[in-house]
């Protein structure tokens, strides 16, 4: 449609109609059969009449389902504004990727551009056509349990994974059949929430926010992301749906977007909850001043505009600049044309999980896999001649694809069990679970059920199976344990105060290391775990996150060295709880460890843990040595750029993928500078024994940050450069900026 009828069109609809626009339901509300209805309008207050002009739907997917919801509300819709559908989908719609954070071990942005493209055409022949996603809170805390949805702790990685998924989900012009919109979120600075737990304050300086929480979001902003999503928690005070500096002053005004924001879960509402707002009817105020177009799942907007405006306390043209947004996307996505764009059941049955697909997933899970010990070259393990045991509640579990893969389908997938067992005879390989996944379930709490407890084995049941796993281990060589978190562990609302592998499980390991054996650990989690116990106990520890449809496959190619392991990690692994929050790029104390002026007691220390983490940011093993050395720079003087360069050799028989990582230090500034940042990177291949000269352009950009006065600029002086294949252990240089 052309603007000038997309115009006319905004003239012409009704108040209600406008209203409408602003409201999205979830799928419950879009039920054929009316009654299902009935519980959930109550609960929110609203009439039929509003369902009836709501402009969006929440969670709905399926080409049979979407298509037919548009048909019968299109009937009803007086001037065919065609309904938007909205969806989480976060890492791969049928074909399901590693988690965020395994796609961040990746450290390959155009890797996972793919992987967002294809998501998008699977999506869109389901019939959606916003995806709430990327997730780019920046996270420093492995408590908070959507560590899984974030890729992690940096802030340049996380801004360029950013671009990347924008750009992937959105790759063609919306309006053609496949790409669709992203939504990123949540805006901002979730990831910040007090102790990792979940919906909680957030309180930081606006230096701290701008330099390090927000680059994500104006990434995706950048990248031309079509919607943002609001987050549930306060900044300086002031939750995010109702915070016009956030909003109005930082996303509108300075970064020019002019999408559509859209609250999340009934964060409107949630303003009286926070004490910001008396009633709904303030909460509206807040969220419309805000400029906060659409209200997810709450009843504050359908009933709370009308009267704002009547009541003089809301510009009328608030609610039409809102409306004309929601208006322009469904332009752009084509929907005035074809209301159905894209969606049909033979596309899915093409589209959907082919072959083409799952080695995309494949290959991302190869590269997503975290090799964080290998004794003695424990792996990769010889085929012939080792008796292998598998056990743990994760050995022959279709679950690996966590918990945000809503419309994934377990079934898909191939379990670690399956997977060795294509590699190596019946004789040599035996499972047993030998333990379960946990030994509490009643923090599943509404998901699960009363029932919950049900799901625990009787007690001799549970000496039966630890029984079993002993014979069979004696009879091993090699013991694999397949352990790790519940998928309801992670993910939204899954804060963990403990973040160590589930207690049933520990005791169970204990037991087994008893025989003495080789064992290899295979962790899958939506976070960082503390493995400190594990990390001496275990010969090998491969980080699986949760790996996706091919991870079961990924894991046993890993396991028999078809694959290589590549993965970097993009979050610090504690080495205790109490060292949370924990990242790489903190600043220097008065009194550091390596103090010269002081010693002893009064430095900046633990008494019972180290400092460091267990496993640093950029941390990951591989089967080969790779060496860096000869790290040089073009001049010992910056103006404009520098150019900096390092030699990377393979000393080993195979081929290896590895990252080349670049870290900056502005030694001193008017304001204290991290001891290190990341600046750039490269994933690189090298062939057997192979030698390569890495380059790297450091530009005069590269240095800018929040000044004292907080300009966005840069000041003269000493800089250190690290290159390294993690944030620890690197080679270093210097340069002056002049
Ligand atoms: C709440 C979550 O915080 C958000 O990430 C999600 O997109 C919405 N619910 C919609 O399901």
């Known amino acids: ?17 406008k209203v409408g626009q602003l409201i999205q ?49 299109l009937q009803k819709s007086r001037h065919k504004i065609p309904l938007l559908f909205m969806a989480d989908i976060v890492y791969g719609y049928r074909t399901v990727f590693p988690i965020p954070l395994g796609l961040g071990a990746t450290w390959n942005p155009d890797l996972i551009k793919q992987a967002y493209r294809v998501t998008a055409a699977e999506a869109k022949a389901s019939g959606v056509h916003v995806t709430f996603a990327p997730m780019v809170d920046l996270v420093r805390d492995a408590r908070w349990g959507r560590c899984l949805e974030s890729t992690g702790e940096d802030t340049t990685l996380n801004a360029a994974f950013a671009r990347a998924m924008v750009t992937g989900l959105q790759h063609v012009e919306l309006g053609k059949i496949t790409g669709i919109a992203a939504c990123v979120k949540h805006f901002a600075a979730y990831g910040a929430a007090e ?42 005070g002031i939750p995010v749906t109702g915070n016009e500096f956030l909003l109005k002053q930082i996303l509108r005004d300075e970064w020019g977007f002019d999408g559509v924001i859209i609250s999340d879960y009934a964060a409107v509402l949630e303003l009286v909850a926070h004490g910001i707002a008396a009633d709904e009817k303030e909460a509206t105020l807040l969220a419309m001043n805000a400029t906060n177009d659409i209200d997810m799942k709450t009843g504050c907007y359908a009933k709370q505009l009308e009267p704002l405006v009547r009541e003089g306390k809301l510009d009328s043209k608030r609610i039409d600049d809102a409306v004309w947004r929601v208006l322009k996307l469904k332009n752009k996505l084509g929907l005035f044309e074809d209301p159905y764009r894209g969606a049909s059941s033979e596309r899915e049955q093409e589209m959907l999980l082919t072959e083409e697909n799952r080695n995309l997933a494949y290959q991302v899970a190869a590269q997503s896999i975290v090799l964080l010990e290998n004794k003695n070259h424990t792996l990769p393990l010889a085929k012939n001649h080792q008796k292998i045991l ?17 419309h994934g389908n377990t079934s898909d997938v191939i379990t670690i069990k399956e997977a060795i067992s294509q ?35 009787p007690q001799a049941k549970r000496e039966q199976a630890l029984a079993e796993a002993l014979r069979q281990g004696e009879k091993a060589d090699v013991i694999i344990y397949a352990m790790g978190e519940h998928t309801m562990q992670s993910g939204e609302a899954g804060s963990r105060a403990d973040i160590t592998l589930p207690d049933v499980q520990k005791e169970f390991i204990q037991e087994m290391l008893a025989l003495g054996k080789t064992n290899i650990l295979i962790t899958i989690s939506g976070r960082p775990l503390v493995l400190t116990e594990e990390a001496k106990q275990m010969d090998a520890i491969l980080q699986a996150w949760f790996p996706g449809t091919e991870g079961g496959r ?28 924990i990242y790489y790029n903190g600043f220097q104390t008065g009194r550091p460890l390596n103090s010269k002026t002081h010693s002893g007691r009064f430095v900046s220390k633990y008494l019972d843990s180290p400092n460091a983490p267990l496993y640093p940011f950029g941390y990951g093993l591989s089967y080969s040595y790779v060496e860096l050395s000869d790290l040089a720079l073009d001049d010992v003087e910056m103006t404009e750029k520098l150019q900096v360069s390092v030699q990377v050799k393979n000393n080993s028989s195979r081929s290896v993928l590895e990252t080349v990582q670049l870290y900056v230090q502005d030694i001193v500034g008017s304001v204290v500078r991290p001891n290190r940042e ?4 490269k994933k690189i291949n090298l062939e057997a024994q192979e030698s390569a000269t890495v380059h790297f352009t450091l530009t005069r950009e590269d240095l800018y ?34």
Not at 214 to 225: C, I
Not at 425 to 454: I, P, V, W
Not at 678 to 681: D, P, T
């Open 1 to 17: 449609m052309n603007e000038a009828d997309l115009k006319k069109l905004l003239k012409d609809l009704t108040w209600q109609e």
């Open 25 to 73: 339901l979830s799928g419950d509300f879009f039920s054929s059969e009316e009654a299902l209805a009935v519980g959930p309008k109550q609960k929110l207050g609203i009439t039929q009449e509003t369902v009836d002009l709501a402009g969006s739907v929440l969670n709905v997917a399926g080409a049979k389902k979407t298509r037919e919801i548009q048909e019968k509300w």
């Open 195 to 236: 102790g990792g737990r979940e919906y909680n304050t957030v309180d930081m300086s606006e230096r701290r926010l701008r330099e390090d929480y927000l680059p994500g979001y104006k990434a995706a902003v950048e990248a031309g992301s079509e919607l943002v999503m609001t987050s549930f928690n306060t900044y300086d």
């Open 390 to 406: 598998l056990v743990g509640p994760y050995g022959d579990n279709q679950n690996l694809i966590g918990l945000w893969a809503i």
């Open 423 to 457: 590699h190596v005879s019946s004789e040599q390989f035996h499972y047993t679970a030998g333990c379960e996944m946990l030994s509490d379930y009643r923090f599943l709490g509404e998901f699960g059920g009363s029932k919950d407890q049900l799901m625990r084995m």
């Open 554 to 581: 990924v894991l046993a190619d890993i396991l028999f060295g078809k694959i290589n392991p590549s993965g970097r990690l993009s979050m610090s692994f504690p080495y205790s709880v109490g060292q949370l929050p």
């Open 678 to 681: 990341l600046k750039k990177f």
């Open 705 to 738: 940050y929040y000044t004292k006065n907080m300009d966005f600029s840069v000041e003269a002086g000493d800089f250190n450069v690290f290159v390294g294949r993690n944030s620890r252990d690197t080679l270093q240089a210097s340069f002056t900026l002049k």
